[in-house]
C-alpha cells in the first residue's frame, strides 16, 4: 500500500509544460467568469468570440448531420466533400486554385497552425512573428522547441512590417513566417501592394515558408482580402490557414483548415492522425453547409463590427493619454496605454499592462488583456465582438478606472 507521503507526491510534469505560458485570452475571460460567477457584473471585452449564435441553416445543418448517423470517425483530413467545399471557396472568394489533396480540416485553426509549426521546425529554427502577434503562436513555437524571432511595430505604421524589417529579420535559419492579416490584435490589415513588397522579399529567400492565418478574412471593413499566397512565385511554400470560428460565429463548432502544398498537408495528416484524428463529424457536415452557402449573415455581422468599431473609437478618443489605432478588420483595438503606467489608485500600482488590466478588471469589472501577451507590452486589447450596451457599459467603466489613476 502506498505510504501517504508517497500518496500526496507532486507528479514531476514534463519542462514543456511547465515552462509554457497560460493562453493569456482565455485566462483574462476565465477569470472574467470566475468573477461572474461570484455575482458581479463583468463588462467582458476579453475573448475574441463573435457574440452572435450561428445562423439557423448551419444550425440544421448539424442537426441533420446527427439524425444521418454522422457520428463516427471521420477520415483524418476531414470529409471529402467539406474539402471540395472549401477548395471552391478559395476559387470563389480568393481566385486560389487547390486540390482538396491539399487541404486538412482539424479541429479549429488553432490546431491547423499547431500541427504546421510542429510539422515545419526542427530545435534551433526560426519562426518571424511580426509583433504584436496572436498569443498563441509563441507557444507553439516554444513546444515545437524552436525559437521566436519578433518583428517590432508601432501604431505610426499601422501595426504592420516593412520589407526591409522582413529583409533584416531572415536568416539562414529561419523556417517560417507567420502572420494574419486581418490581425488579432490590432485589426491591421495588409493591402495588395504591401503583400506584394513582402512576397519581393520572400523570393529572395526560398527557405522559408510562409503561413498566413486568415481567419477574420470576412471581418474586413473594406473591399476585398489580399492574400500572400496570390503571389504564383510563391505559391508552393505558402500556408493558408483560416477557419469558420470568426465568419460564420462557429467557434464552439471547433472547425479550422488549412491550404497547403501537398507535401506539408500529408505531414499535418500524419501529425493529426496521431493526436486527435479527423475533426467531429458533425461540426464538419455544418461547416461544408456554412461554406458553401449564402454569406448574407455574415456580412450582416461584419457590418454590426463596423458600426461598433465606430462607436469604440468615437468613445476611446474621449479618454485623455489613450491613444487608439484604428482597425481595418477583425474586432479589436489595440491601445497604447503607457501613460497610465507608473500610477496608483489606493493599494495598486500600476507598473504594466498586465498590472492594469488585472486593476481594471477587479476594481472596475471591465475585462481587456494586457499587449503583454502579443509581443507589444504597453498596450491593452479589447474585443468588440460585444453587445453595444456591453460595450457603453465596458467603455464608461474604462474611462473612469483610468481617469482614477494617478
Ligand atoms: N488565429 C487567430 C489570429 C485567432 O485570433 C484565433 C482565435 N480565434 C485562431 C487563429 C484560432 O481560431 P479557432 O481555433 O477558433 O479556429
Ligand atoms: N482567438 C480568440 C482571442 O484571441 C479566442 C481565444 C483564443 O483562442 O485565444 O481572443
Not at 83 to 97: M, S, W, Y
Not at 130 to 159: C, D, G, K, R
Request: hydrophobic share 40%; aromatic share 8%; glycine share 6%.
Amino acid at each position: 500500500m502506498a505510504s501517504p507521503q508517497h500518496a500526496t507526491a507532486p507528479t514531476a510534469l514534463a519542462d514543456r509544460i511547465t515552462c509554457l505560458a497560460e493562453s493569456a485570452t482565455i485566462k483574462m475571460a476565465q477569470d472574467s467568469r470566475e468573477l461572474k460567477n461570484q455575482g458581479f457584473d463583468v463588462a467582458d471585452l476579453s475573448l475574441g468570440e463573435p457574440d452572435f449564435d450561428t445562423p439557423e441553416h448551419i444550425k440544421e445543418a448539424g442537426i441533420q448531420a446527427i439524425r444521418d448517423n454522422y457520428s463516427h470517425y471521420t477520415p483524418v483530413p476531414g470529409y471529402l466533400s467539406l474539402r471540395q467545399a472549401i477548395a471552391e471557396k478559395l476559387k470563389r472568394d480568393n481566385n486560389l486554385q487547390y486540390d482538396p489533396s491539399q487541404i486538412v480540416v482539424s479541429t479549429g485553426a488553432k490546431q491547423s497552425i499547431a500541427n504546421l509549426i510542429l510539422c515545419l521546425c526542427n530545435p534551433g529554427d526560426e519562426v518571424i512573428l511580426p509583433a504584436p502577434y496572436w498569443v498563441s503562436y509563441p507557444a507553439m513555437v516554444q513546444l515545437a522547441e524552436a525559437n521566436t524571432v519578433t518583428i517590432p511595430t508601432t501604431v505610426s505604421h499601422n501595426f504592420k512590417i516593412t520589407p526591409q524589417q522582413l529583409e533584416e529579420a531572415i536568416t539562414p535559419n529561419t523556417k517560417a513566417f507567420l502572420f494574419s492579416s486581418p490581425c488579432n490584435p490590432t485589426g491591421a490589415v495588409y493591402s495588395e501592394e504591401e503583400l506584394g513588397a513582402l512576397a519581393e522579399v520572400f523570393e529572395r529567400h526560398p527557405h522559408v515558408t510562409i503561413i498566413s492565418d486568415e481567419i477574420y478574412e470576412y471581418i474586413r471593413f473594406s473591399e476585398g482580402h489580399p492574400t500572400i499566397a496570390s503571389f504564383t512565385k510563391l505559391k508552393d511554400r505558402t500556408v493558408v490557414a483560416n477557419g469558420l470560428s470568426k465568419g460564420v460565429a462557429m467557434t464552439g463548432w471547433r472547425v479550422g483548415y488549412i491550404a497547403a502544398p501537398e507535401q506539408l498537408a500529408k505531414a499535418c495528416t500524419k501529425m493529426q492522425g496521431q493526436f486527435t484524428s479527423g475533426t467531429c463529424g458533425i461540426a464538419q457536415k455544418a461547416a461544408e453547409t456554412a461554406i458553401s452557402s449564402d454569406l448574407s449573415p455574415t456580412f450582416q455581422m461584419r457590418d454590426i463590427f463596423k458600426e461598433r468599431k465606430e462607436l469604440v473609437l468615437k468613445e476611446l478618443k474621449t479618454i485623455d493619454g489613450l491613444s487608439p489605432n484604428k482597425p481595418e478588420g477583425a474586432f479589436y483595438v489595440f491601445p497604447n496605454v503607457e501613460v497610465f503606467l507608473g500610477t496608483t489608485y489606493h493599494d495598486w500600482h500600476i507598473e504594466t499592462a498586465v498590472d492594469l488590466c488585472s486593476y481594471l478588471l477587479n476594481v472596475w469589472h471591465v475585462s481587456t488583456v494586457p499587449g503583454d501577451a502579443f509581443g507589444s507590452p504597453g498596450h491593452i486589447r479589447l474585443s468588440y465582438a460585444a453587445s453595444d450596451a456591453t460595450l457603453k457599459e465596458a467603455l464608461d467603466r474604462l474611462k473612469r478606472g483610468l481617469q482614477a489613476l494617478c
